[in-house]
């Protein structure tokens, strides 16, 4: 029994994956369809290899002052995470959707983009404390380097990078768009 018990588990594990990723993408689709109804509606995206929680924070903070702002939960910064807050809390009152967006492979901040559809990015620094889990330096640089939410703006987007970086000096030479730089 102790043997077969593993290969038990992981064929019912199997048996239910489908059920979870039909799940997960039915609400990844509502969560994209509400967020299409909110024209208005500026999003603000954050990533980064670190610092992206206290800008979330900070941002969302000074912003409140003069806005109805949502900004996602603390470390809610995954497709469910982001999806989640937009069907339980974002509202027509919102004017400011403030989203931290974190991932573990090359496609997670594109697809995190392809639902909120952001206006503004920030990337807050880079570095390669994710590496092992991106694999190589060129997907972590895609991903949580900012060229993903980058590629993702409209044209009259903006993105804000972190001056003290390479990275994201790197990527702000690379980027053609709406720049700005700070340090």
């Known amino acids: 029994f102790d043997i077969i018990t593993p290969l038990i588990i992981s064929a019912i594990v199997l048996l239910f994956q489908p059920f979870f990723v039909l799940a997960r993408n039915n609400v990844l689709r509502k969560a994209t369809r509400k967020m299409a109804r909110h024209k208005n509606l500026i999003v603000i995206g954050i990533t980064g290899s670190y610092g ?3 800008t979330k924070e900070f941002l969302t903070t000074i912003l409140a002052s003069k806005f109805k702002v949502l900004s996602t939960p603390d470390h809610k ?3 469910m995470g982001i999806a ?3 069907l339980n809390n974002l509202n027509e009152k ?3 959707f403030v989203v931290e967006m974190g991932s573990y492979n090359k ?3 594109k697809l995190l983009c392809d639902i909120v ?3 503004i990015g920030m990337v807050t620094g880079v570095n390669e404390q994710h590496l092992a889990t991106f694999g190589s330096l060129e997907n972590l640089l895609s991903a949580e380097g900012g060229r993903e939410l980058a590629e993702s ?3 009259n987007g903006l993105i804000t990078l972190n001056g003290d970086n390479k ?3 790197d990527l702000y030479k690379k980027f053609s768009g709406n720049k700005k730089i700070y340090t």
């Open 94 to 96: 919102h004017q400011i």
């Open 117 to 119: 559809k952001p206006r």
């Open 84 to 86: 989640e807050t937009i």
């Open 167 to 169: 990275y994201c000096l």
């Open 77 to 79: 910064n995954s497709e």
């Open 52 to 54: 992206k929680t206290s």
């Open 153 to 155: 703006l409209p044209k």
């Open 107 to 109: 496609g997670g901040i």
